[in-house]
C-alpha cells in the first residue's frame, strides 16, 4: 500500500446539513489511520462563515486538509444545473462536475455525501482495485432497474435488461481523466434533459441510466442504508430522514453511531430537531427549481 500518496475526497454541503458533514468529517478523521495525506473538497453551497470554523476548528488531528470551493468554481460555465420535479437540492448535480474541478492529474477521487458515516479507514475504500471501469458504487435499495420503488422507470423504452443493478450514487470512485475521455458529464446532463419526466432521484437516475451494466460494484458495506440491521457496516448512508430529525426512526444503533462522531465536533449537544423544518427544506428546494432566468 502506498502511504505516500494523497487521498482525495469530495462533497457537497449548505448550511442545512452542515451538523451532518461535521460528524462525516470526524468519522473520517477518526477511522483513518492506515498513514495517507487526505484532501477533502468541499463544495459549499452557501456555508456560512462561521460554520466554516467551526468545521475546521472540530478536526484536531491534521490528518485532513480542507479545500473549499463554490458552487460558481465548481460548474463549469457552459453547463447548467439540470431542473428537474424532485426535492433534492440543485447542489447533487455539482458531482456530476468533479472531473472539472478537481487537479486534472487526479487518477480517482472519492465522493461522499455528507449524510454518512464512516467506520472504516477511507484507505480501504481508496486502494479497492476497480479495474477498467469508470465508476464503482455499492447497489442500491432499489436492487435492480425495474424496481418501482426507485429503479429506471423508463428502461424498457431505454432497451435495458430489467434485471440489470441499479446502485446507489451517494458513494462513487470515479475515474476523473476517463470521465472526461468519455464527455461523462455532459452525457449525464444531456440524459436529465432527455428524460425529465423520469428523473425520480435526480442525478443518480442519469448515472445509472448512462453507466448502465457498466460499473464496478463495491460491497454493500461501503453504502449501508439505514433500514438495514448489518452489525459492523463500513459506510452508514442516511437516506431518507435523518437522525437530526426528530422523525428519524431507523436504526437506533446507527443513529448514536452519528451522534457520538457528532458528540466530538463543535456541534456536541445538539438535539434533533423538529420534521416541519426538513419539510420546509424540500419545499424551498422544489421552489428554487422553478426559477428558469437562474438555473436554465
Given amino acids: 500500500m502506498n502511504t505516500s500518496e494523497t487521498i482525495s475526497i469530495v462533497t457537497v454541503c449548505d448550511n442545512h446539513f452542515v451538523s451532518m458533514l461535521a460528524a462525516l468529517l470526524k468519522s473520517i478523521e477518526i477511522t483513518h489511520v492506515s498513514g495517507e495525506k487526505v484532501d477533502i473538497y468541499i463544495v459549499a453551497d452557501g456555508i456560512s462563515k462561521n460554520n466554516k470554523s467551526k468545521l475546521i476548528d472540530s478536526l484536531t488531528t491534521g490528518k485532513l486538509n480542507l479545500i473549499w470551493m463554490t458552487m460558481d468554481e465548481a460548474i463549469p460555465k457552459?453547463?447548467?444545473?439540470?431542473?428537474?420535479?424532485?426535492?433534492?437540492?440543485?447542489?447533487?448535480?455539482?458531482?456530476?462536475?468533479?472531473?472539472?474541478?478537481?487537479?486534472?492529474?487526479?487518477?480517482?477521487?472519492?465522493?461522499?455525501?455528507?449524510?454518512?458515516?464512516?467506520?472504516?479507514?477511507?484507505?480501504?475504500?481508496?486502494?479497492?482495485?476497480?479495474?477498467?471501469?469508470?465508476?464503482?458504487?455499492?447497489?442500491?435499495?432499489?436492487?435492480?432497474?425495474?424496481?418501482?420503488?426507485?429503479?429506471?422507470?423508463?428502461?424498457?423504452?431505454?432497451?435495458?435488461?430489467?434485471?440489470?443493478?441499479?446502485?446507489?450514487?451517494?458513494?462513487?470512485?470515479?475515474?476523473?481523466?476517463?470521465?472526461?475521455?468519455?464527455?461523462?458529464?455532459?452525457?449525464?446532463?444531456?440524459?436529465?434533459?432527455d428524460n425529465f419526466a423520469y428523473l425520480n432521484f435526480a442525478d443518480q437516475y442519469c448515472l445509472n441510466v448512462v453507466f448502465n451494466a457498466n460499473w464496478f460494484e463495491l460491497s454493500p458495506l461501503w453504502n449501508c442504508h439505514t433500514a438495514n440491521d448489518i452489525k459492523s457496516p463500513y459506510l452508514i448512508h442516511f437516506i431518507g430522514i435523518k437522525p437530526i430529525y426528530q422523525g428519524y426512526n431507523l436504526n437506533k444503533d446507527y443513529k448514536d453511531l452519528f451522534f457520538y462522531y457528532l458528540n466530538q465536533t463543535k456541534w456536541a449537544g445538539m438535539k434533533p430537531q423538529s420534521d416541519s423544518i426538513r419539510m420546509i427544506k424540500k419545499a424551498y428546494n422544489k421552489f428554487v427549481k422553478k426559477l428558469p432566468a437562474l438555473f436554465r
Fill in 78 to 193: 457552459d453547463l447548467k444545473l439540470p431542473a428537474d420535479n424532485t426535492t433534492f437540492p440543485m447542489s447533487v448535480y455539482v458531482r456530476i462536475c468533479i472531473p472539472y474541478f478537481i487537479p486534472q492529474d487526479a487518477t480517482r477521487v472519492i465522493f461522499l455525501d455528507v449524510d454518512m458515516i464512516l467506520l472504516e479507514d477511507i484507505s480501504k475504500l481508496w486502494h479497492t482495485d476497480i479495474g477498467d471501469y469508470a465508476i464503482a458504487a455499492a447497489i442500491d435499495r432499489a436492487g435492480t432497474v425495474d424496481s418501482p420503488w426507485g429503479g429506471i422507470l423508463n428502461y424498457k423504452a431505454l432497451g435495458f435488461d430489467p434485471k440489470s443493478k441499479y446502485f446507489n450514487a451517494g458513494m462513487q470512485i470515479i475515474k476523473p481523466k476517463l470521465w472526461r475521455e468519455l464527455d461523462i458529464p455532459k452525457k449525464i446532463f444531456k440524459c436529465a434533459e
